[in-house]
């Protein structure tokens, strides 16, 4: 069999592309930040210090993630950079006049995560000057890192960890570790859980909380509230048990 899902995980088909970085330290940690989360191929367009790679700052900022510093690619024009990929994404904290569709980094990390048929690439501008208008038109789609509006520029480095973060979670889908951790009860079944409901309306009846000849909405915004929550056995156990108390005293 083919290992289909390695070779159509977003860890393989996202790359990250910094366009004319001015500071070492920040193409160094921008390869920590994605590979921290997973993600390895990094290209740089036009690094304002030549052979930024190797620069002492860079490689003081990768820290752990050397291999990824080391097999990024330099290139020098933005085609080059998208080559092979069929969806690129910019990276911006100024909103255009004229721009693509503008959409916040999870709806795109969910939708590169969705779509195994997207090979994509999230562009990243200069430190000072952002991202030209030029490399703007030739992208899909315009991220915005929703931020203070006061102060809305991230730091480069950061702004790429945000992404690789996001697209992370992403892609690890129902599968991230969180929810195996704790105690977990038994899930209520259908049935238990409506025969609580029966059992809580007759008590908040009793209590004059419901009138059933004018409910309103009491018991729809009740099961919308429950439904949320994906009740435990023992939790409607305990439900059932306040209501039963209810009606008991009720009877006193
Ligand atoms: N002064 C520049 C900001 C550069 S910050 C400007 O006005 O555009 C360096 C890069 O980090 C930006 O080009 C962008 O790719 C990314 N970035 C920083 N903050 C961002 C935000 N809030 N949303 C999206 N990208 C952001």
Redesign the pocket.
Known sequence: MMPLKTSMSLFNRLRFVL?ETSRPGNIGAAARAMKTMGFSELVLVNPRVPNATLHQEAVAFASGAQDVLTAARIVGSIEEALAGCNFAA?????LREFSPPVIAPRALAMQLAADAGLTAAL?????????PNGIVEKCNML?????NPDY?????A??VQVLAYECRVASAGDALPITDIGFQGELAGIGQIDGMYAHLEDALAAIDFLDPANPKKLMPRLKRLFSRTQLETEEVNILRGIAKQILQNRKK
């Open positions: 366009i910019a990276l911006s904290a100024r562009v990243f501008g200069n430190e000072r000057f952002g991202l991220i915005n890192i929703p931020a809305s520029s991230l730091n480069l950061q702004a």
